[in-house]
């Protein structure tokens, strides 16, 4: 099947939703013998245009896990769908002077800033994520929970966690990790959360991200 139809039919079941859901990843285990590129390119249907935007921005050797000073990382991992629609934006909406057909006629340094947008070096697994406190909003200055990162391009975000209600029993159902942009100010919608390749974690972000929000 064609791979954009693929992604038309992924954006009608999931684009609407900013709930957090299960990306289909391909494996069935959080573990995957391979880099974080391996694991990307098996699934070219969930990955294939991320992939496309990793090579243009030159970092392939990064996602392999061949960077003396990144022997591991943490990818909040955009969907194929939500970088299509991106390149779609600009193809249809841009200027003349922004208005581009496809990955490959971006500029490689904006691919970069935009793939960079979404690493934190290290590996940063959701058992590592501090809960937030409830008694403030996530953005609030006297937030004093969740656990902040600064990404590769400089960009903050604050990932969380909280626990669900269970049959009105509040604090003893599951636990759900979250994602908040401090430089965007606005939630990042998270899907699956710790899939595990060699060299760090994927946590894959919802079908409805807008790409480069973060």
């Known amino acids: 099947m ?25 494996i069935s285990s959080p573990y995957y013998d391979g880099s974080i ?10 990955w294939g245009y991320t992939v496309e935007m990793i090579e243009r921005a030159g970092l392939v ?13 943490t ?6 769908w939500s970088v299509f629609r991106y390149i779609m934006d600009l193809k249809y909406e841009g200027t003349s002077e922004e208005r581009y ?20 070096i290290g590996k940063y697994l959701k058992e590592d994520i501090a809960f937030r406190n409830m008694d403030y909003d996530i953005f609030a200055e006297e937030q004093d929970g969740g656990t902040h990162f600064t ?10 966690l909280e626990q669900n209600d269970y049959k009105g029993f509040p604090g003893v159902g599951a636990i759900e990790m979250y994602l908040y942009s401090v430089s ?31």
């Open 2 to 26: 064609n791979k954009v139809i693929v992604l038309l039919i992924a954006f009608a079941c999931f684009a609407c939703t900013t709930k957090q859901e299960v990306i289909d990843g391909g």
């Open 37 to 46: 590129m391996d694991y990307l390119r098996s699934n070219e249907e969930q």
């Open 101 to 120: 057909e496809s990955i490959q006629d971006l500029p490689v340094e904006m691919c970069r800033e935009l793939i960079l947008k979404h690493v934190v």
């Open 184 to 214: 965007v100010g606005q939630m990042v919608p998270l899907a699956t959360p710790d899939i595990q390749p060699r060299n760090g974690v994927v946590h894959a972000l919802n079908y409805g991200y807008d790409f480069g929000k973060i």
């Open 151 to 160: 990404c590769m391009e400089g960009n903050e975000v604050i990932a969380y």
């Open 75 to 80: 990818f909040f991992a955009p969907p194929s």
């Open 61 to 73: 050797d990064l996602f392999e896990g061949q960077v003396d000073t990144v022997p591991e990382l």
